[in-house]
């Protein structure tokens, strides 16, 4: 399946903070040698977080090391707004639907997790492990923006423009660019909200 991922540095460093937890919980859970269905959910998800990972327009900027033809991201061109503005881009990837199964998968995991933790009031001063909720709240939100359908008539203006010898510039219409603001801002609710200056630090990236 297509989704539209943005050029957005939020996003990135959401999804990249996700492997070091996934590798610790792997790791416990190895460690245990019980061969559980826990550790292959979780083994699972993190083979599926790599696939992602190489695949996100970031990933090649932010990495020396080159990737192969078939990971590589759909970059190639900026994105202006009718006035000629540059906006941030958002690029046309095919993630698998095995993957992303495996990942919300694992997530559902960690919310179950979490509830077993989840203090009540004789226990008032009982502590969940360390990082385990804001790994969930993290994982959610990333989760939830690979998720996001995207406008069709975005997609479809997109999906076309592949990588070129050189940089190509893509001009939206005012339909388009409205379903552009519509989307990121959507985008930027699930990754900021909750902080009002992230909110609005992060949506000055749009703007």
Same mark, same amino acid.
């Given at each position: 399946m297509y989704v539209l991922v943005p050029d957005d540095p939020v996003f990135f460093a959401k999804f990249q903070s996700l492997e070091e937890p996934l590798l610790r919980h792997l790791y416990r859970l @190895?460690?245990?040698?019980?061969?559980?269905?826990?550790?292959?959910v979780v083994s699972d998800a993190y083979d599926s977080w790599v696939q992602v990972l190489l695949k996100l327009p970031?990933?090649?900027?932010? @990495?020396?090391?080159?990737?192969?033809a078939d990971h590589a991201p759909a970059e190639g061109f900026t994105l202006r707004s009718v006035r000629g503005d540059q906006l941030t881009s958002l690029y046309p990837i095919e993630l698998a639907t095995v993957d992303l199964g495996r990942l919300a998968a694992?997530?559902? /995991? $960690?919310?179950?997790?979490?509830? /077993?933790?989840r203090p009540i009031p004789e226990q008032a001063c009982a502590e969940p492990p360390d990082r385990e909720e804001s790994l969930t709240d +993290?994982?959610?939100?990333?989760?939830?923006?690979?998720? /996001? #359908? #995207? #406008?069709?008539?975005?997609?479809?203006?997109?999906?076309?423009?592949? #990588?070129?010898?050189? +940089?190509?510039?893509?001009?939206?219409?005012?339909?388009?660019?409205?379903?552009?603001?519509? $989307?990121?801002?959507?985008? +930027?609710?699930i990754l900021s909200s909750g902080d009002t200056f992230a909110?609005?630090? @992060?949506?000055?990236?749009y703007l």
């Open positions: @190895h460690s245990a040698g019980l061969g559980s269905d826990e550790e292959r970031l990933w090649s900027r932010w @990495h020396s090391e080159e990737t192969s694992c997530l559902d /995991l $960690f919310v179950e997790a979490d509830k /077993l933790w +993290v994982f959610r939100r990333v989760m939830e923006v690979l998720l /996001l #359908p #995207p #406008p069709q008539g975005l997609l479809g203006t997109l999906r076309p423009v592949g #990588p070129q010898g050189s +940089v190509v510039s893509v001009t939206l219409a005012a339909d388009q660019e409205t379903e552009y603001r519509r $989307f990121c801002e959507e985008i +930027v609710t909110y609005r630090s @992060h949506r000055a990236m």
